[in-house]
């Protein structure tokens, strides 16, 4: 079976036979030095490159924990705000069906009518209470998505600096710390 050859450009060939003569003059000796030397300074020039990932991770994580900080402290306020909204609605629930049952007994009209109205009263207090802890509860939703999407980011983030702190222990381990 013939095997297909490969043409070398001009710059590979020299390339290729300076390489020969380097290593041809150098002898097995310097040839070793030369590329224990070549194999440090591109493991320097790795480790720099992880130094700075590490160091961009670091930032990157810092800002969404400054991030969760804001939007927990929005969340407890928004949390504050919808205790006395909740217990409005639950006293006006609460009134709503003493009304009903109140209502289901009285059998005259006049009284019936009049316990209607006080009834209706108490159910536009409960829908009142109701818009108003629909209104904050969709601001507090939005702040859960949003700490949900700034955790996924942040592990996202644990990732890569694991992956990226493996790597660096793998070239201090090979290498030597520089």
Do not use: C
């Amino acid at each position: 079976m013939v095997e297909p050859t490969t043409i070398e450009t001009p710059e590979a060939l020299f390339e290729r036979k300076r390489q020969e003569a380097r290593k041809a003059m150098e002898g097995p000796e310097w040839t070793e030095k030369r590329e224990r030397s070549e194999r440090e300074k591109e493991s320097q020039g790795e480790r720099a490159g992880l130094d700075r990932l590490m160091a961009d991770l670091t930032t990157q994580k810092e800002k969404l924990e400054l991030d969760w900080i804001a939007l927990d402290d929005q969340r407890k306020i928004i949390n504050q705000a919808l205790m006395p909204i909740m217990e409005q609605e639950r006293t006006a629930e609460t009134e709503e069906a003493r009304l009903e049952l109140e209502e289901a007994k009285t059998s005259l009209p006049q009284p019936k009518q009049g316990i209607e109205k006080e009834r209706w009263t108490a159910q536009d207090k409960r829908h009142q209470a109701e818009q108003v802890k629909w209104g904050w509860q969709e601001k507090l939703f939005k702040i859960e998505q949003a700490i949900e999407n700034n955790t996924q980011k942040y592990r996202a983030l644990l990732d890569q600096e694991e992956t990226a702190q493996a790597k660096l222990n793998t070239l201090n381990a090979i290498g030597g710390s520089a």
